[in-house]
């Protein structure tokens, strides 16, 4: 084994520079306690631009919908706000995101809501002139009851469609079928037909825009062909005299966490060879992230996120277009224009890619039992406040020593276990031996960088009745960063207060 | 040689000498073993029938399926024999990574089957992944599938240790070589060879070759995935060394160029691993008298794999430049050649001039038959492409307007047929988008 087996995180700016403002990182955690989570509005604003510059490569006019589903934090949603209201809105999935996401000044056109829905949801989003994504012809139903029970102006809607493998037209012509992990969202799409029959007799409530999707596969070659079929649904529509024209790819264009590949590749091969026996153990007794050994051979598929994804995020994007239509042959771009569509993808995860952190300090370093050499490092947060592990995501904190540099001290590098706060044996942070170029000491804080994708406070729970993390916006001010609360930023003042 | 059945014609491959001047090995003998020309194509079609040749007759009454996880070999040879019997073949697979082959495998009649990507929003709780769900399919009672089983299969080792490793031994006159070099997909041929060798001679030393981890040769596993296979022992193996696709196509060239072997990547690769690995040791044997002998396998041909070759070495399926080529063009010399007209100038062009000008509209035929402009032509950018490489499509004589999504790829060859003498082509600024925006007409068939 290659000691240490180190998962260095991919660090950007201006992750970059705040990280290595130490003296400022610890100044938040002792005024505001561990854990704390650190958010970078600007980036947000930065990958949504990235993702609009893939659009602009195409040629190709739509919208970038943000999946307020990954981070609940108003910093985030605010700057949004205040970005390009041609290219930039917000997805929101429940009655609370869409509260949040007007409350912060987006307007409902720039609104798309998703997800399962109740009257309230509907009605709200309704009332103020969101579009709606439609799981269901059930939910379509309803909310043309809604409309014209409360006599609300038409609704823009979209259809969202799942299931395309089973759908007529997909196959048979290739003779190759492309499974489908299933879902519960959205309605299949051979039913198309029942469907827009419905959305033409409740035409008095709702106006068709486009057709969506979202498939929870990292599988370029799914994607392709839904987003291929939407184009053929809409046609489809046209054929109808219906004149919707946008294709909605929904999410999933994912996040690289791990820089180096070699790092990701010695660590998993490690990981198998742990899971053999023939290498040594990686992980807290043995768990074997979902693979185990029968017999001298590893079974199981690891169920672990591919933290070293080459391409990622916009690149990902990029690919999808680029990559040739099933049975049109052409790229999936070339499709969308020459059909005349446009193009709305809702990113969560890749649209906080490098905008925030999770801080929590060392309480206490020791060593497990009289003959193991396992280190014990207790932090000051729980397994619900950084769930890296219950997403998959493994890669490695950055230790923030609380005094002199980490380098300096002539010490070496060590695996340690990371556990929490709670009184619950399962509170590990890592159930991963992670490694740290030296032992932390009690004070020290470690970050675990880009956590603002699902892995911030997701999970996180007043359990035990410890802190939950505060939250706060960093802005750079000059050379150095100013911060306020979360509730407290706003696009256009600094923190303070005065105009930027 | 008369047969009665093609399957009588599988195994007794020649063993070939690879000439010294190529590899330039001093003391040891390269052979390449040729499995390639076995009659379905490669190293798999003994596996293949040896592990189906049982089961079949019972699979033809019931009137099953013969399904395996494969991405190539093994599918095309059971897909073969599953057709001589009458029986449905399916690949069920993550892998079908070279196009050719699913084309081929499809004019086999095969059904394929790919497995769906890595979830992207993960529960790690979940342990039901589509691998294991199709076993569960696969062993439900009343089940109408005959699973080959490749990856735990021991027929499959089996074929190689009655028919690869002996014809080896019989080929060096009665002596085991003393390297055998061979490529990692199921272990089978390894593993099956190796046995022989070894129980004919303790001395003989067995190098695995494995992709590198991070790289992909189709067919071969990575050192990873090795741990996945059932049949793969790690005892069977001296050395287990990894190549890059890179070598593989460097191995494969020198086979192709130098020594008339027409052999895929895994035959380059391990063509390339084995003088990698024998250099050194050559070097020691200075002072040996006696000469050494090595074997290594070739697994199948090229000719499946050219798109492989095209993604990874373009270079080497290089067409000359055309004379006349759009994409040769700098923006500034489209700029400077292409005559652009807006909505609604094109829209009166249209309406008045006379001899009235040929709308050509490039994009693909399904979105010009969904909506395009009245009286145009549809002919696809590619087509273009290759009409305009040949010469001027149209007389000088026919105005001619060209059309694309958002004008630039229109641009682009208004500014070539402009070069090539032509005297009244326009380009439709901001292309149908623009003509949509606009609100002119567009109609649909
Ligand atoms: C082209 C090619 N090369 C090499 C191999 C490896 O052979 P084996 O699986 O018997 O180890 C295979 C089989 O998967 C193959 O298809």
Redesign the pocket.
Known sequence: MRVPLYLQPRLEAPLTSLLANRPFLHSLVDALGSPLNVLVPERIAENAERFLAVYRKHHLSGRVYFAHKANRSSALVRRLAAADPVGVGVDVASLGELRHALGCGVTPDRIMATGPKDAEFLWLAARVGATVNLDSRGELEQLAELVRKHALPRVDVLLRFAEFESAAGSQGVSGVRVLSRRSRFGTPADEVSELLSAVERHGDAVVLTGVAYHLDTTGLPEKARALERCVMLLDECRARGLAPRAVDIGGGFGVGYVADADQWEHWTTALSEAVLGTGPALTWRGHGYGLRNEGGTVRGSAALYPAHRPTAGPGYLDELLSLPAPSLARPSATLLLEHLYDLYAEPGRALVDQCGLSLARVLDVRRTGHDSGDYLVRLGMNAGDVSLEEHGVVVDPVLLPRTGVAEESGEDPVGVYLVGNLCLEADLITRRKVFLPRLPRTGDVLAFANTAGYAMDFHAHHAQRQPVARTVAVVRDGASWGWCLDEDYWPITRPGGALS | MRYDSITEAIGNTPLVRIDPAVHGLRHIDLYAKLEMLNPFG???DR?AWNMARPLLEGAAEQGDTVVELS????AKALALLAGMHGLRFKSVTNRMRVPEIKELLLLLGAEIEELPGQSECLDPTDTDDPLTRFHQVLSEPGSTYLHTDQYFNPRNTDAHAAGTGPEIIKDLDGRAPDWFI?????????TGVARVLREHDPETRVLGLVAHKSDFI???RTIDEVHQVGLFDPATYDTIESVTSDEAIDGMLTLIRRCGLLT?P?GGAAYHGAVRHLRPLDGELAEAAQRRTAVFIV??RTESYLSYVRRRRPELLGRSRPKHSAAALTDAEIRAGATVIGIEDARRWIGDAEPRPLVVDLRGPHAYAALHIEGSVNIVDELFDELVRGGLPFSKAQPVLLACPVGEKSARYAAVLSRMGHPDVRSLAGGIVAWRDAGAPLVRE
């Open positions: 490669s190293v798999k596996p991405s190539g070999n093994t061979a490529c990692v997909g199921t272990a089978g041929s390894s189709p067919g071969i895929g895994t697994c199948d």
